[in-house]
């Protein structure tokens, strides 16, 4: 089993860019941003997931992932500030203490997804590694244990079946009621 595979790519990537979306948009609401409509924080689950996707072709570093996560994060920030649901005045009105707030939230949503995604990968690769080694043992114990059964040849019928009367059928398809004799 490879991490780096199609399958395993679209759901690490699928997974990353809910969660990724999802913090982001708490955090920006935190430090003061609108509500986002749905089908903006849809396009921003979109672009995070194809983004991530891309990434995931092999392992990335706490460095090549950083600068990622921190051009995905100014991305959100924007789509965010484009598809807020109410403009609150204070968002985008050029307040220092506003801007600091958005600056601070999304660095911080920035390094902890960088951070994430660098141990969820270590931990995936481990673990996809220790299941494949775990897979090879149970392998090699089953083949050896059915190299152990003998196997038996079945010999074919032969001859006529032998008749099956009325009365036979009825002996194995009758209920019998009440408890067992002993």
């Not at 860019?17 to 920006?28: D, N, Q, R």
């Not at 090879?136 to 059915?146: S, Y």
């Amino acid at each position: 089993m490879d991490s780096g595979r199609p399958m395993f790519r679209a759901l690490r990537a699928g997974a990353f860019a809910v969660v990724c979306v999802v913090t982001s948009l708490g955090m920006h609401v935190f430090a003061g941003g609108a509500g986002v409509r749905p089908v903006t924080l849809a396009g921003a689950a979109a672009a995070t997931g194809v983004g991530a996707f891309l990434l995931a072709r092999r392992r990335r570093g706490f460095a090549a992932l950083l600068p990622a996560a921190f051009a995905a994060q100014y991305g959100m920030h924007r789509l965010f500030g484009a598809g807020a649901v109410v403009d609150t005045g204070g968002h985008h009105s050029g307040g220092l203490s506003t801007t600091l707030g958005m600056v601070l939230a999304h660095a911080l949503v920035a390094t902890l997804s960088a951070w994430w995604l660098e141990r969820g990968e270590n931990a995936l690769a481990t673990l996809i590694r220790l299941l494949a080694c775990s897979l090879l043992g149970l392998r090699r114990l089953l083949a050896a244990t059915l190299a152990v059964i003998p196997v038996r040849p079945v010999a074919p019928i032969t001859g006529p079946a032998p008749a099956i009367t009325g009365s036979q059928i009825f002996t194995w398809t009758r209920c019998r009621r009440g408890p067992p004799r002993h």
